[in-house]
């Protein structure tokens, strides 16, 4: 299965090669990939398939090959979950290869979630107003 | 009615008013930004404007226009939110209006019409402009200009040397104003303490505003910085000393290259140390400690700061109380 960054415009994403730091504005959390979590990412935002991602970086990691594709996959079900990603069924796969860890055999890949933000957002609100304009205040806003 | 037809209402009535009564435009330049700022109001709005007579400029012919009214805005009360949401923040940032709407000073509207680059600042209750607005006027108005330029105001301290700086981050209270200050009193020019206006690509940082603030539990700590002092206000309880940098003989910089940015650690001040930071915490904290009073455009912002993050040394910092020790570890950062 292939997949890419979310189309939502409330949704960006930064590689810094070795780390990743992804956001979702409206509710204000953050995430972090760090380690075989980013090369991951870096491989899913190349369009390569998650089986061929894992069988490239499972090499690269102390885990049990086993161990390393099912944490792949909880990874990918959490970026899906948080909204993060969308599949790509048709998405153009461009040359990817994982990086070895600078510091020696990746772990298993994780993602970190920071609600800090999120936590403000709660104690102050801010109302967005929708697309059709005043006076229609959004409720609930869509993610 | 839809909000960018109120808005657009209210700008033809306040040009229409502006004409006819010839108000006169200051002309000022913030990052890639130039702003035509007219006053419609009484005398309280005069306040607003001495914190940005440093980046004064000359008219150019793509500047934007910005009305900053103090008096009631007959048959447009339309352009502000419903009574039950005035006590909130409303906010609407898209890609042709930018609106914002603050629970401060008894309601501050911040509209602007990106697709006619034309906006106003409506202080709603004129006599009520609070001391944060006379140190950083205008900021949200700023922001909501900047969204085409390479430029966005941050939330963050500056000084430089010889063009050269560091970028302070941190949230209220983190420390940037006594380590921006500590610097100053070293020789270090100044861009800002709280709010300074930056770009990625070349990393370049930008002054706002002259002003800064102190706590009241640094007064002591800057006797020299405190000779610039205006007044001592109370925002929301808390005493600040308002100074005026210009009144000092420390040079102030109009603009620099960025070569670190620094979060100091909370909890105080210590030995001074650096660590090397992750870059996604830098950016992560970077957008938080903007987002919390600068909101909207999270997108464009966010690929702005990624980019100047990626570019640019990123580091948790101990600060040191000995100004010298301070200044001299910090200039190590600028080579």
Redesign the interface.
């Known amino acids: 299965m292939q997949y890419r960054l979310s189309s939502s415009p409330n949704v960006s994403a930064r590689s810094f090669g070795d780390e990743v730091v992804a956001a979702h504005f409206v509710n204000g959390i953050y995430y972090s990939l760090l380690g075989s979590a980013a090369q991951i990412w870096d491989g899913l935002m190349a369009g390569v398939a998650l089986e061929t991602i894992v069988a490239r970086m499972a090499p690269l990691s102390d885990a049990d090959a086993a161990d390393f594709a099912a944490a792949a996959n909880r990874l990918v079900e959490t970026l899906l979950a948080e909204q993060l990603i969308e599949p790509a069924p048709d998405a153009q796969a461009t040359a990817w290869q994982p990086v070895p860890g600078a510091d020696g055999p990746y772990g298993l890949p994780a993602l970190e979630r920071f609600t800090d933000m999120e936590d403000l957002l709660q104690l102050d609100p801010v109302h967005d107003v929708e697309e059709m304009g005043w006076p229609h205040a959004n409720p609930a806003p869509a993610r | 009615?839809?909000?960018?037809?109120?808005l657009r209402a209210a700008l033809v009535e306040t040009d229409t008013r502006a004409v006819a009564r010839q108000l006169p435009a200051s002309v000022f330049r913030f990052g890639g930004t130039t702003i035509a700022i007219r006053l419609d109001g009484t005398p309280p709005l005069q306040q607003l404007m001495p914190m940005i007579g440093g980046r004064a400029a000359a008219a150019a012919h793509d500047m934007v226009v910005l009305d900053v009214i103090g008096r009631p805005l007959d048959g447009h009360d339309?352009?502000l939110?419903?009574p039950d949401?005035r006590r909130?923040?409303?906010?609407?940032a898209?890609s042709d209006i930018y609106?914002l709407w603050l629970d401060e000073a008894d309601g501050y509207l911040t509209a602007i019409d990106r697709r006619t680059r034309r906006g106003l600042v409506w202080f709603t209750a004129v006599d009520r402009i609070a001391s944060w607005h006379v140190a950083r006027p205008f900021l949200h108005a700023i922001k909501g200009f900047s969204l085409e330029t390479p430029w966005t105001p941050i939330h963050a301290a500056s000084v430089a040397i010889a063009d050269k700086a560091v970028l302070i981050v941190g949230q209220s209270g983190a420390g940037k104003t006594s380590i921006a200050l500590s610097c100053v009193t070293q020789g270090w020019s100044y861009l800002g303490d709280d709010a300074v206006i930056v770009r990625a690509d070349p990393a370049r940082v930008g002054a706002l505003y002259s002003s800064a603030r102190l706590r009241a539990d640094t007064f002591a700590r800057f006797p020299e910085i405190m000779k610039a002092c205006l007044a001592v206000s109370d925002d929301a309880g808390e005493e600040k000393a308002e100074v005026d940098m210009t009144l000092l003989p420390a040079a102030s910089a109009a603009e620099a290259e960025i070569r670190a940015i620094l979060f100091p650690r909370p909890g105080g001040w210590g030995d001074l140390h650096f660590a090397d930071m992750?870059?996604?915490?830098a950016?992560?904290k970077l957008?938080?400690a903007t987002?919390?009073s600068m909101?909207g455009d999270?997108?464009a912002v966010?690929?702005k700061l990624?980019t100047l993050?990626?570019s640019v040394p990123c580091y948790h910092m101990t600060a040191s109380g000995d100004p010298a020790v301070l200044s001299s570890g910090l200039a190590k950062l600028l080579d």
Do not use: C, I, N, W
């Open positions: 009615m839809d909000l960018r037809d109120l339309g352009l939110p419903p949401l909130r923040t409303v906010l609407r898209s609106y992750h870059k996604s915490d950016l992560r957008m938080e987002r919390q909101m999270e997108a966010f690929a990624s993050v990626a």
